[in-house]
């Protein structure tokens, strides 16, 4: 039996920092699919309730209990195994800064563009060239970020890029140029090569969608 | 002199979630401010290399060292003074959880409406329609989350209490109904009547803006 049960979906890559972090980290788990599209299953009373009262994808269960927040389950796996754990009170710092801004201004907003108009087609709106603009700041922000360091911490990669990694690898069109940051897909292509690594929609559950 | 300096302006509800810390833990500090609005201070290429390279506030500076993003502030500021900290792993699972979760969904999109409304007076757009639907949604998991408890840990304020904050005390129009969130709104009342409370715009400097 796995000692992990992530509840995820193959479209969310909040769930896949984990899946992948998981993965790259060689702990057993299993994932348990979530019915987001059809079922609507994380805005249903009882899993608000039973599972997560924010709503959301992912949540983690370890040893008969529930941990959810991709950036706050990272953390825990971290203090918890070893991997990937940042080393000392500086890098421990400097991980939950970048966690904070990754779920602020960069996962964010590109999460969402990418759900607008990758999965939901969505088409071209004031509200897709909002998001399309911050996510070019924070994607500038990340670039010039690597331009200095392989990893977000250095040398070596940390919680803190398993979280930028979240929707790093989804084909789906943005709009979004990545060839125009080519620091931060020096980075992607990195995180690409670590042992363990999975595209999303091989790794978790539920793709393709339903026509 | 201040064991403390904030980087910060009047405007910035993410700067007042230390500043109003600060305050009510009764720490000794002094704010710097920061000229966002007209000289775009934190967009400068010198701000970026030598405060933030994430171009934001707030900034701490303490014993010659420098602290960014609001969330991994006051995480440091409750280890290191003890105020306001989260007792405990289970409670400090809790608290990061609930600062994730407040920079991804509650404060983001909620300060976004308010700047854009508010500030700049925008009017109605797509934009601000569709950032008014988010924050709705934060609120209400908010609301229901203090419809249970008191603060977010429970009986006792912590650092997650004053993240959730930052932009609670504005007064600018956002098209938000705090009446039809009780429970947050009994919540906003708390944190109000904390010893060393002080409405933003008195707290930091820089209000009112230039006409």
């Not at 020096?186 to 042992?195: C, I, K, Q, S, V």
Request: hydrophobic fraction near 45%; charged fraction near 20%.
């Amino acid at each position: 039996m796995s000692q992990y049960t992530l509840h995820c979906f193959a479209q969310s890559g909040n769930a896949y920092k984990v899946a992948f972090y998981l993965q790259a980290a060689g702990l057993p788990w299993t994932p348990r699919w979530v019915d987001y599209f059809k079922a609507g299953e994380t805005r249903a009373a009882a899993w608000r309730e039973q599972v997560s009262e924010m709503g959301e994808v992912p949540v983690l269960e370890h040893g008969g209990r529930r941990y959810s927040q991709s950036g706050a389950i990272l953390t825990w796996l971290a203090e918890h195994t070893g991997h990937f754990a940042p080393e000392g009170a500086e890098e421990r710092y400097e991980a939950l800064r970048w966690l904070l801004w990754d779920n602020h201004k960069f996962t964010s907003y590109y999460a969402t563009l990418r759900f607008l108009v990758g999965l939901q087609k969505s088409g071209e709106s004031p509200v897709t060239e909002f998001l399309r603009m911050r996510a070019q700041a924070a994607f500038a922000v990340a670039d010039k970020h690597f331009e200095a360091k392989p990893f977000v911490l250095g040398a070596k990669p940390s919680i803190a890029d398993f979280s930028l990694a979240g929707y790093a690898f989804y084909d789906e069109e943005t709009g979004m140029d990545w060839a125009a940051y080519p620091a931060l897909s020096a980075w992607r292509e990195r995180m690409r090569a670590l042992p363990g690594w999975v595209h999303p929609y091989a790794l978790m559950p539920g793709h393709p969608l339903p026509a």
